[in-house]
């Protein structure tokens, strides 16, 4: 047998993945199941994106590129930080990679010597935690479940601040919550970061354009330009324009951590697809109206989704002001049972229920470090959402 490190072996897969990969299991064995376990727009990549890529390929764009990503990328990255976001960077300040989920994991590689801790504000992005251990560090959760908004505050950060804090993960959208950090939030947690000097700060901001009822973006780099050499701003085209499989991400900070970046990237994966990086740079420089379009059909899913689970009296919808996923809080139904299920104990096994007697497969909240709720994704067309929220709710008056 191969010998696994310790390290893999401690390492967890993830949750999100696996359950996707069960759905399609069952899915395989004939059953109707309605997969909300992953977090994917469903539409198509936009036809011009497309066609730039072909383009790219008959023009011979099909060789290694610069490690960081082609200037051309690189530009149009420039172009965005500074149009939407008013930050300004370098080209050296710009590090393209295979998605924001290897440039989140390269920066940890970067930067953590063995025992340093990265604090994560739970609920959190299931990875976070794994790529922490991962590259070496120690994830240190600052809980934010007990707050009604479920969002870190300067309170909270400080009390998990330690001389061996390396890094503070922002993801504003959130996964799983759907929360927004308004300007003023971001403030308050700049004034404390102001005074911990040796702490970076990953801004994950990869939900930046799919927000609800005009909810303002805010980016702590913009918010606190003093922090500014501290800031890691992490971003990609899978979410806004509808590549989660064209694998590019990049992210704009400080040119000695970007530059420790693209070292690692150049022993590793030598460059983000070379065609993909060309389409990305239609899709920053384009058109812009599919963003809209797709955040617009993501607010009336979550709408629609709240709707059906108000009728709900067991289960309650957090309402998510962006993203798209819906955190429901299933407290309620956890210590029932249901007849032929058993008792349930966590939510986990209320999961497990669902997927079996609601043939839905969604992730339960202890994966994001809120134990008693569980994420549905809502990124499904309209009518298999509706199907979804009525068969979950259908599910819970079976448990006693
Ligand atoms: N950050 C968060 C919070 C996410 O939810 C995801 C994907 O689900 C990513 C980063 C990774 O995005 P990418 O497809 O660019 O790797």
């Not at 759905?23 to 469903?42: F, V």
């Not at 976070?128 to 590259?135: I, K």
């Amino acid at each position: 047998m191969v010998y696994i490190s310790k390290r893999i072996r401690s390492l967890n897969s993830s949750p999100t993945i696996a359950m996707a990969e069960r759905a399609r299991e069952l899915r395989a064995s004939g059953k109707d199941i309605i997969g909300l376990s992953s977090g994917e727009p469903d539409f198509d990549t936009p036809q011009h994106i497309r066609v730039a890529a072909a383009e790219a390929m008959e023009r011979g764009e099909t060789r290694y590129t610069d490690v960081a990503g082609t200037p051309a990328l690189r530009d149009a990255v420039i172009r965005k930080f500074s149009r939407e976001n008013g930050l300004s960077f370098d080209r050296n300040q710009i590090i393209v990679g295979t998605g924001a989920k290897q440039l989140i994991f390269n920066a940890l590689v970067a930067t953590l010597d063995e025992g340093d801790e990265v604090i994560v504000p739970a609920p959190y992005w299931v990875s976070y935690p794994d790529m922490v251990h991962l590259a070496g560090g120690v994830c240190v959760v600052a809980d934010c479940t007990t707050r009604e908004d479920l969002k870190l505050t300067a309170d909270i950060l400080r009390d998990v601040i330690t001389p061996r804090t390396r890094w503070l993960i922002l993801n504003s959208p959130n996964n799983p919550t759907g929360a927004v950090y308004s300007r003023d939030e971001l403030a308050d947690l700049a004034a404390l970061l102001l005074e911990h000097p040796a702490i970076n700060i990953m801004s994950d901001d990869i939900y930046e354009h799919i927000r609800f009822e005009d909810t303002p973006f805010a980016t702590l780099a913009q918010v606190e330009p003093g922090l500014a050499d501290r800031i890691l701003t992490i971003n990609g085209v899978s979410k806004a324009y509808a590549m989660t499989g064209w694998r590019i991400g990049f992210a704009g900070g400080p040119a000695d951590l970007v530059g420790a970046m693209v070292k690692i990237q150049s022993q590793t994966t030598s460059n983000a697809t070379s065609i993909a990086q060309a389409a990305a740079v239609v899709a920053l420089d384009g058109p812009q109206d599919c963003v809209e379009d797709g955040r617009r059909v993501f607010e009336r899913r979550r709408d629609l989704v709240m709707n059906i689970f108000a009728g709900a009296n067991r289960i309650k919808s957090c309402r998510p002001a962006g993203a798209f996923y819906m955190l429901v809080d299933c407290r309620d139904l956890i210590g029932g049972s249901a007849e032929g299920s058993g008792h349930f104990a966590d939510d986990e096994m209320l999961v497990r229920f669902f997927l079996e007697n609601a043939n839905v497969a969604l992730v339960a909240g202890s994966a994001f470090g809120i134990p008693g709720f569980f994420r549905m994704s809502c990124a499904a067309g309209d009518d298999v959402l509706r199907e979804a929220a009525n068969r979950i709710v259908k599910a819970s008056w079976l448990i006693s």
